[in-house]
């Protein structure tokens, strides 16, 4: 024991002589003590007085504070688009990665700004086109159409405009598998049930697709179930991985890594109902998070924190509080956008960048608007994020872009517009 | 107690003398000395107003450093995340197996409360009675806290 005393004192030591305290330390707090003077009874009145400038000066301080936030971070806060500041930009260039909003003020037509906050370039859709379900590429080189909004992509278009020519085979494909972009921005991925049991298809944008078969229900019992909810949340051609989920509320949740070329499971994790509420991957698959359900305001005991894993072997790589939720990451998962209040429909999230190896939190948003989507700039860092008023549960809000860049600064695109 | 000529109680003279050591247990618990003289002039502030709760005899140092550990713990909580960081080395109960353990890292990987017990015991050197008192326990309590810390660095440890 006396050994251990004295490793203890010299570790303590070591440590506390690396940061003594300053050398005024008394002389300068008993100073600020006695500027404090405790009030006496005969002094109410001046503490009551205190007490209310005191009030009035930190609701005018609160009231600046979110004044100055919403400088910052809302340049439009109105939640009608409003005009765009230019109409019409050309014709996207090629090859440069680009965010995508609809113009307000021309139906069917996207203006595409680059990742400085610039517009580029204005795609004119083709006329009618049922857009109620949208969605570019990564990098914007091509959009996909999907009239039922369940994720099924009949059609998909070029940056011209066009309609790109599909594989007549693909017509027999079930248009509503959940699909999502790969990480090369070119191939689609989803899982699809069928008699011969689950496989998990991969194609490119308009081509006919490969097809594997993944063993994530031998005895049938998810199927026999009657409530799904498997999904493709991450998709790597590069790394020939792929991460599927169950993700239902109310039963038991599964997240299996799968090879794409083989549909070989590599590793299979489950958790019991209601401990999380939410899956999320890396688009390279690397990244897992468990999402705990305190993170979406569930009082209900849940998983004790949200958590970040490797793929490669399930370890922990940062560990968060369970009221934090991880919306996605950056292109090379150093970054995660995560929100910092329960995200749900008219309230408006708080949000914050962490960076994924430290933790340290980069940027914060604290205002009043609402998350309404996220992209992570192709090969870089940096993430736009779509925000829109809390009143606007239109299925196409009116959004202001902001860009989130990974030191941490902002640029606010001007302008509002409507998410795509 | 000592008191001013107005008759108030002479905080300079009660609290004064355990400044720095507030500040040291402030150190030790947050690990950030930004952090721990903010939360040490905090205290002090806290002190100050609560000094005619300190009974007639009580020692001081105890009780300001409760108030100390107190304001370290709302500090930590008033942080809305925490982070694990997870190190490319062998995991802890590789590390703590040998007598060779490098004991500063272990320090630093011991739970804020653990730490606490630790530091005051066996660095500050405070009896028993006052390491209870600064953890809200009783003098038996603070010796099985100290000794379950303890024991988390070398888990052979048998108590004297």
């Given at each position: 024991m006396e050994k251990l005393r004295s490793e203890i004192r010299a570790a303590f030591e070591r440590e506390q002589a690396a940061h003594p305290p300053i050398t005024a330390l008394r002389q300068n707090v008993v100073a600020t003590v006695n500027a404090h003077r405790r009030p006496t009874r005969n002094f109410q009145w001046v503490a009551l007085t205190a007490a209310l400038v005191l009030g009035i000066l930190v609701v005018f301080g609160l009231m600046s504070t979110r004044f100055a936030r919403h400088a910052t971070m809302q340049a439009h806060p109105q939640s009608s688009p409003v005009a765009s500041p230019l109409a019409d930009y050309g014709p996207p260039p090629a090859g440069v990665p680009l965010v995508y909003v609809q113009d307000p003020r021309h139906d069917g037509w996207l203006i595409g700004f680059d990742w400085a906050g610039k517009p580029r370039g204005t795609v004119k859709m083709p006329q009618p086109l049922d857009t109620n379900r949208m969605s570019q590429a990564p990098d914007g080189s091509v959009f996909g159409i999907s009239p039922n909004g369940k994720g099924g992509y009949t059609e998909f278009l070029d940056v011209q405009g066009n309609r790109i020519p599909m594989d007549p085979s693909l017509s027999d494909w079930p248009v509503n598998a959940n699909l999502i972009w790969a990480d090369d921005g070119q191939h689609l991925c989803g899982i699809w049930y069928s008699p011969r049991g689950w496989a998990l298809i991969t194609r490119l944008a308009t081509k006919s697709p490969t097809s594997v078969p993944v063993a994530i229900d031998p005895d049938g019992a998810i199927v026999r179930s009657g409530v799904i909810g498997v999904s493709v949340v991450a998709c790597s051609i590069r790394s020939d991985r792929a991460i599927i989920t169950r993700d239902v509320y109310g039963a038991e949740e599964h997240i299996w890594l799968v090879r794409i070329s083989d549909g070989k499971i590599l590793s299979h994790r489950t958790y019991a109902a209601n401990q999380l509420s939410n899956i999320v991957a890396s688009p390279d698959g690397a990244l897992i998070v468990e999402d705990s359900a305190k993170a979406s305001g569930q009082i209900a005991q849940a998983a004790?924190?949200?958590?970040?894993?490797?793929?490669?072997?399930?370890?922990?790589?940062?560990?968060?509080?369970?009221?934090?939720?991880?919306?996605?990451?950056?292109?090379?998962?150093?970054?995660?956008?995560?929100?910092?209040?329960?995200?749900?429909?008219?309230?408006?999230?708080?949000?914050?960048?962490?960076?994924?190896?430290?933790?340290?939190?980069?940027?914060?948003?604290?205002?009043?608007?609402?998350?309404?989507?996220?992209?992570?700039?192709?090969?870089?860092?940096?993430?736009?994020?779509?925000?829109?008023?809390?009143?606007?549960?239109?299925?196409?809000?009116?959004?202001?872009?902001?860009?989130?860049?990974?030191?941490?600064?902002?640029?606010?695109?001007?302008?509002?517009?409507?998410h795509l | 107690m000592k008191r001013t000529e107005t008759g108030e109680l002479d905080f300079d003279a009660l609290i004064g003398p355990h400044l720095e050591s507030g500040y040291r247990t402030a150190l030790a618990i947050l690990q950030n000395p930004d952090e721990a003289h903010d939360a040490v002039q905090e205290s002090a502030l806290k002190a100050w107003r609560k000094l005619h709760q300190l009974r007639e005899g009580s020692p001081a140092r105890p009780w300001f450093l409760a108030i100390v550990a107190n304001q370290c713990r709302s500090e930590r909580r008033k942080h809305w995340w925490s982070v694990i960081r997870m190190p490319e080395v062998e995991r802890i109960d590789h590390e703590f197996r040998t007598e060779n353990v490098d004991i500063d890292r272990a320090l630093a990987t011991l739970p804020r409360e653990d730490r606490l017990a630790l530091f005051l015991y066996f660095y500050l050197d405070l009896p028993l009675e006052e390491v209870g008192a600064v953890l809200g326990v009783s003098p038996g309590g603070a010796k099985t806290r100290v000794y379950r810390a303890a024991k988390k660095l070398r888990p052979g440890l048998e108590m004297d």
């Open positions: 004790p924190s949200t958590i970040i894993r490797r793929t490669s072997d399930m370890s922990v790589v940062l560990t968060l509080d369970a009221s934090i939720g991880v919306i996605g990451f950056n292109s090379d998962n150093t970054m995660a956008l995560v929100y910092t209040s329960p995200w749900a429909s008219g309230v408006a999230t708080h949000m914050a960048l962490v960076e994924v190896p430290t933790g340290k939190v980069l940027w914060r948003y604290d205002g009043s608007q609402e998350f309404a989507g996220f992209l992570a700039q192709p090969n870089g860092k940096d993430f736009a994020v779509m925000l829109k008023g809390t009143a606007d549960s239109t299925m196409h809000p009116s959004v202001s872009v902001v860009l989130v860049r990974s030191d941490g600064s902002t640029t606010v695109i001007p302008g509002s517009y409507v | -």
